[in-house]
């Protein structure tokens, strides 16, 4: 994060130079790179098409096995969809503020979606706010993978088992200033790490 930090007061320098307009993005900026980071929850899972509910009812879990996931293993194309709702928290007496930024979700350093954000996302000091993230993803390439398939199962398993398992999941969000009528993305990634268990996942009200 301190680097992220770095290159943002970098920008901040940059952009002052240029205007007082932009030089005020670059300043909420660098005030959402302060702000605090949690996921508050994910919502409306569902995996080809399949509440995703389904797979914590059945007796034997074998992804390869679900029968709406069959076709999808043939075409190469198994979509999960899912709402990430990420909880923002300012403890600063400054504004923070972004109107675009693309985002990049990991779990266990995998790649698992990515996507834009074109709105305005503000958070006043001392102020929370809650931000979703749509994730779409193709991961076909996630279930033929022995290792990565394994370890979803037993995800899964222990959540219905009411064992523990745990993910790294990393979002990571490329900020934009707009400069005139052009989009000047960030240099780097602003990057947020956090580990995951299925019981905070189950405790915090995981939905579908």
Not at 71 to 88: M, R, V, Y
Not at 120 to 136: C, H, Y
Request: aromatic share 6%.
């Amino acid at each position: 994060m301190k680097r992220n930090i770095c290159w943002i007061s970098l920008i901040v320098l940059t952009m002052a130079a240029l205007g007082c307009g932009v030089g005020q993005q670059a300043k909420e900026l660098k005030t959402l790179a302060d702000c605090q980071y949690s996921i508050s929850r994910v919502e409306n899972i569902t995996l080809s098409g399949t509440d995703v509910r389904k797979l914590f009812n059945r007796e034997e879990l074998n992804l390869t096995g679900v029968p709406s996931m069959a076709l999808g293993f043939i075409s190469k194309n198994i979509p999960l969809n899912a709402d990430l709702t990420l909880s923002i928290t300012n403890p600063t007496a400054d504004y923070a503020a972004i109107q675009h930024f693309d985002y990049e979700i990991l779990i266990n350093q995998h790649r698992f979606s990515e996507g834009t954000v074109n709105e305005l996302i503000d958070v006043s000091p001392n102020e929370t706010k809650e931000v979703t993230l749509p994730l779409s993803s193709n991961i076909y390439s996630f279930l033929v993978n022995d290792s990565v398939r394994n370890d979803i199962e037993q995800f899964v398993r222990a959540s219905r088992d009411q064992a523990e398992r745990k993910v790294v999941v990393t979002i990571k969000i490329k900020p934009a200033i707009l400069v005139g009528e052009k989009l000047l993305k960030y240099p780097g990634f602003i990057e947020i790490d956090r580990e995951i268990d299925n019981r905070m996942l189950l405790e915090q009200g995981i939905r579908f």
